[in-house]
């Protein structure tokens, strides 16, 4: 009911973190594009195959000295897996305990997505995605989140051998995406969904420019060798960009949606990593993902503050200098100076720069198992962690399964109606 929204818009109001002034508004009237990063992990950031880079290009992003990367940042998805991610990107709420939030909720719930958001402010918006529109009922829920334009396979020319796995190869899709993208009037957002890199990790002979790793684990081995394929992908897109002069207009946003490599491959991220074996908490810091920020102008660096998906819509808020401080969002600014680092899985289990919780043990941050060592103190603060955790979960849960943002709208934003949008392809 519209009580429980009052009463959840009372606990974010009182918890909310503060804007940092140094940055807020630095992006503003920029060109914005998502870069999505299928299955990709943090710890392929500089990984090497027999001294070789796997991910050059990626790397050479992330080093630059206009970028602005997070090397504690989670994905924090559940079984919605991409579209748990694409939930919490552009909604700042996190995917359901169980099942694809888009596929229950995306056609029929109110929203108040960042497209719409920014659509409102004069931006064009755009989805690109070389799979089918009506996987994780993106063709629906697109239009709920204020997406003008969603461009998914039927936009492309699928010629034999353009497609592997779930669509589109990554370079022919984004070679594809530019003759769309450069029409969209300016300032734009849009979001590039990649899907090369998904189990089970095979691409075409003449795509494979790296050698597989040697595990043993044929799930797993491949995974480097579609990474590079994407790597070269996203620098091939990348010099598009500089070269029609959009680098310098944009903030690129990139981002790995999840992990590649399940919990069940125990003994091939051991070796992955050169470790004997792995503990929960090894698996837990595997959960990281990229995730970076970059603009013309922006002080670069690697920002070490814990984090996760949860948090990017408000952080890109705060850049592209939007109100703030009356919207429904469950994380916090990643750029805030004090904010809240509890990060916090759809399990209810959490990781943060002092205590985590993986099931019922709780590990300090060396990864040392603590929970029948902690002081009075810590004990405490452990609860409140844990309780904070379940807090922002079961209220994500409370404003999805209620639809309860139908009965909230900050004063500036107006209801998205999904009928102004219509995906359908017209002939040219
Ligand atoms: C499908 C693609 C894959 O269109 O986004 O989704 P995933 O299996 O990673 O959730
Ligand atoms: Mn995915």
Known sequence: SSKDMDKILTYLKKHRADTNMAYYGKAKGKNVIIFHLESFQQFLINYKVNDEEVTPNINKFYADNNTLAFDNFFNQVGQGKTSDAETMLENSLFGLPSGSAMTTYGTTNTFEALPAILNQQGYATAAFHGDVGSFWNRDNTYKSWGYQYFFSENYYQVKSGYKIGYGLKDKIFLKQSTKYLEQLPQPFYAKLIT????????????????????????????????ARYLDQAFGEFISYLKKTGLYDKTMIVVYGDHYGISNNHKKAIAQLLGKKSVTSYDLAMFQKVPFMIHMPGLQGGINHTYGGEIDVMPTLMDLLGLKNTDTVQLGNDLLATKRNQTVIFRNGDYVSPTYSKIGSTVYNNKGQVVTKKLTKAQRKSVAQKEAYADKLLSMSDQIITGDLLRFYQPKWFTKVNKSDYNYKKTEA
């Open 195 to 226: 899907v090369t890199n998904h189990y089970p990790y095979e691409i075409d002979k003449k795509n494979q420019a790296i050698e597989k790793t040697t595990t043993g684990d044929n799930t797993v081995d491949g995974y480097v060798q579609t």
